[in-house]
Nanobody
Framework: VQLQASGGGLVQAGGSLRLSCAASGHTLNLYVMGWFRQAPGKERESVAAINWSDNSSYYLGSVKGRFTISRDNAKNTVYLQMNSLKPEDTAVYYC????????????WGQGTQVTVSS
């Protein structure tokens, strides 16, 4: 599985961005797709995730109510709509995917920079 992330950029606080992550290759067994972020000097953290089959989702507490993860099965694409962005959301965002039976994220996309100015 190959993942191609896009959609990062520079935005003022309070603004919005939408990240996209397109999966290609052997996508039939996709299980969970998620978004992670890593800010300078900080550990990588899980931001949101979505189950490919039942649409259940997970959100990091600090982004609940501001970020929305969604998927388009036909396009094998997952989105992260980010609203009311804050400077502390500044980070490199990565998408990741797991497949049935793996129990972990096995595939990672390249990072996309999100910078929120105050």
């Amino acid at each position: 599985v190959q993942l191609q992330a896009s959609g990062g950029g520079l935005v003022q606080a309070g603004g919005s961005l939408r990240l996209s992550c397109a999966a290609s290759g052997h996508t039939l067994n996709l299980y969970v797709m998620g978004w992670f972020r890593q800010a300078p000097g900080k550990e990588r953290e899980s931001v949101a995730a979505i189950n490919w089959s039942d649409n259940s989702s997970y959100y990091l507490g600090s982004v609940k109510g501001r970020f929305t993860i969604s998927r388009d099965n036909a396009k094998n694409t997952v989105y992260l709509q980010m609203n009311s962005l804050k400077p502390e959301d500044t980070a490199v965002y990565y998408c990741a995917a797991s497949v049935l039976g793996s129990g972990q994220y096995s595939y990672w996309g390249q990072g996309t920079q999100v910078t929120v100015s105050s």
